[in-house]
């Protein structure tokens, strides 16, 4: 790919221009796509209308740019997340009906916990979570549990930080995480009271594949006050479940 003026390549742009989309940020102009993606406003324009004509982005009516729908076919065809989500979601379920709270699977992303599903009821709690959203390793409880089976240098550039807080309780010296992730190995599951909001606990297990490799996080999100074991119980029956149809055999 050829550089720009200012050393960078086309592909580097095409991330940033894709890259200014998040969950609740999902219609821009044009003009705001460059302003966040640091990019002069004709080249803006310019990549933003080649990726109309490519199907990957798509213009409304008022001439705003939302992701397109060839994005998420080109994404998805061949995607393991795809397909562990599609085997997840009936454990997952079974996990909501029973327990009426929040059921979010997450996987690592680029030393975040990248959430592949949520699952809610009209009566559920609060939650931060969205379906394609992110939340810091250190801060979640789905996150402690990658970071936890996380390899040596993952979690070694999580510890030496910034270790950011989003709430008074949430884990931000190193010493003190580092002793969280023992106990997450230890116990199995991860419990993260207030770590995201005051009024939630996130309770979480790991899940493997077929080589016994952690791949994911099953979670769910309670209010404060309620009790930890009976969802605990449903999260590790639906994650056996999955790990036997993924092949995983103890």
Do not use: C
């Amino acid at each position: 790919m050829a550089n720009s003026t200012s050393g960078d390549s086309v592909t580097d742009r095409l991330i940033r221009v894709l890259d200014t989309f998040t969950p609740i940020r999902t219609v821009q102009t044009a003009a705001e796509i460059g302003r966040r993606a640091g990019l002069p406003p004709s080249t803006a324009h310019r990549i933003v209308g080649e990726l109309v004509d490519a199907g990957l982005l798509e213009r409304d009516d008022d001439r705003r740019i939302r992701v397109g729908m060839r994005l998420w076919e080109l994404a998805t065809r061949s995607s393991h997340a795809l397909r562990l989500r599609q085997v997840a979601l009936p454990y997952m379920e079974r996990v909501q009906a029973r327990i009426r709270e929040h059921t979010q699977l997450a996987i690592l992303e680029q030393d975040e916990a990248l959430f592949l599903e949520r699952l809610s009821g009209p009566g559920s709690g609060s939650n931060v979570t969205r379906v394609a959203g992110r939340l810091p390793l250190h801060a979640s409880s789905s996150g402690l549990v990658l970071l936890a089976y996380g390899d040596h240098d993952l979690q070694e550039r999580v510890l030496s930080g910034p270790l950011g807080a989003l709430t008074d309780e949430t884990i931000t010296d190193a010493a003190t995480l580092r002793r969280k992730l023992a106990e997450v190995r230890s116990l199995g599951h991860a419990v993260a009271p207030g770590y995201i909001e005051s009024v939630s606990t996130g309770v979480a297990v790991p899940v493997r594949d077929e080589t016994g490799t952690v791949i994911a996080a099953l979670s769910s999100v309670l209010r404060r006050d309620d009790p930890v074991p009976p969802a605990l119980a449903e999260l590790r029956a639906a994650a056996r479940g999955i790990e036997n149809a993924l092949g995983y055999r103890v």
